[in-house]
C-alpha cells in the first residue's frame, strides 16, 4: 500500500455541485494531515489543515477518519476558481519528512 | 506563515552547466525543504537542510548533483550541476510554519529547463 494515495482524477464538476475527495494513509501513527491546492504553474499552498475534529472553513470541510486512516475535503457551491489540483499531505512525526499525494485535478464546468 | 522569496522563476540553461537557486525566508526557521516537481507529478524532496550541518539527501539524490547551502536560518541555496536534459524541472523550496505544525509553506518554484 502507498503511503498517500489519492484519485488522481480528473474530476469534471459543474458549477454550484458539491465535490469530495479522499486520500488514504498506510502510516496509522500519522500525526498532521493538511489539503494544499495547486494552481497550474504556480506553488502549492495551504487549504486546510485537518484535525480528528473536522474542521470547516466556508464552501470547504475537511475530515479525518483514523480508524479507516483516510482523510476526506468536501467542496459545497463549487466555483470555477475552485478548479486545481488538490495535493493531501500527511506527516507521521513532528520530525518526520511531508508525504504527498500525487493530486487530484478537479475541474469546474460553467 | 512565512514569506519565501525564491529565485530565479525560470531560466532555460544549456546542459553540462549549473543553476543555482536562492531562498529567502522573512523568518528565522531551522530546516528549510528542497523538492523537486516534474510536469503531471507530485513534488518530491530532494533533501532538507539544516544550518550548520550537512544536508541531509533522500534516496537518489546525491550531494554532487544537488549541493546545498544553508548559511544561515534565513536563507538556503541548491544548486542543480552538470544538468541534463532530465533535470527540466521545477523546483520548490519549502518552510514549516512554527514547525510544521501549522503547514508548509513553498517558494513560488522555479521553472527550470535544460536544452
Known amino acids: 500500500r502507498k503511503e498517500v494515495e489519492q484519485d488522481p482524477g480528473p474530476f469534471n464538476v459543474p458549477e454550484g455541485a458539491t465535490v469530495a475527495f479522499n486520500c488514504t494513509y498506510s502510516?496509522?501513527?500519522?500525526?498532521?494531515f493538511f489539503w494544499y491546492r495547486q494552481d497550474c504553474r504556480k506553488e502549492p499552498k495551504l487549504l486546510m489543515s485537518?484535525?480528528?475534529s473536522g474542521n470547516e472553513d466556508g464552501r470547504f470541510t475537511a475530515q479525518l477518519n483514523r480508524a479507516s486512516q483516510y482523510i476526506s475535503l468536501l467542496i459545497r457551491d463549487s466555483k470555477l476558481s475552485d478548479s486545481a489540483t488538490y495535493l493531501c499531505?500527511?506527516?507521521?512525526?513532528?520530525?518526520?519528512?511531508?508525504?504527498f499525494g500525487k493530486g487530484t485535478r478537479l475541474h469546474i464546468l460553467p | 506563515s512565512a514569506v519565501i522569496s525564491q529565485k530565479p522563476s525560470r531560466d532555460i540553461c544549456q546542459r553540462g552547466t549549473s543553476l543555482t537557486i536562492q531562498c529567502q525566508v522573512d523568518?528565522?526557521?531551522?530546516?528549510m525543504f528542497w523538492y523537486r516537481q516534474q510536469p503531471g507529478q507530485s513534488l518530491t524532496l530532494i533533501a532538507t537542510?539544516?544550518?550548520?550541518?550537512?544536508?541531509?539527501?533522500e534516496s537518489g539524490f546525491v550531494i554532487d548533483k544537488f549541493p546545498i547551502s544553508r548559511p544561515n536560518l534565513t536563507f538556503s541555496t541548491l544548486t542543480v550541476s552538470n544538468m541534463s536534459p532530465e533535470d527540466s524541472s521545477i523546483y520548490l523550496c519549502?518552510?514549516?510554519?512554527?514547525?510544521?505544525?501549522?503547514?508548509?509553506?513553498f517558494g513560488s518554484g522555479t521553472r527550470l529547463t535544460v536544452v
Open positions: 523568518s528565522q526557521v531551522t530546516m
Open positions: 502510516n496509522s501513527a500519522s500525526q498532521s
Open positions: 485537518v484535525y480528528s
Open positions: 499531505v500527511v506527516i507521521p512525526s513532528r520530525d518526520d519528512k511531508i508525504i
Open positions: 519549502s518552510v514549516g510554519d512554527r514547525g510544521g505544525y501549522y503547514g508548509y509553506t
Open positions: 537542510a539544516n544550518q550548520g550541518s550537512e544536508a541531509t539527501y
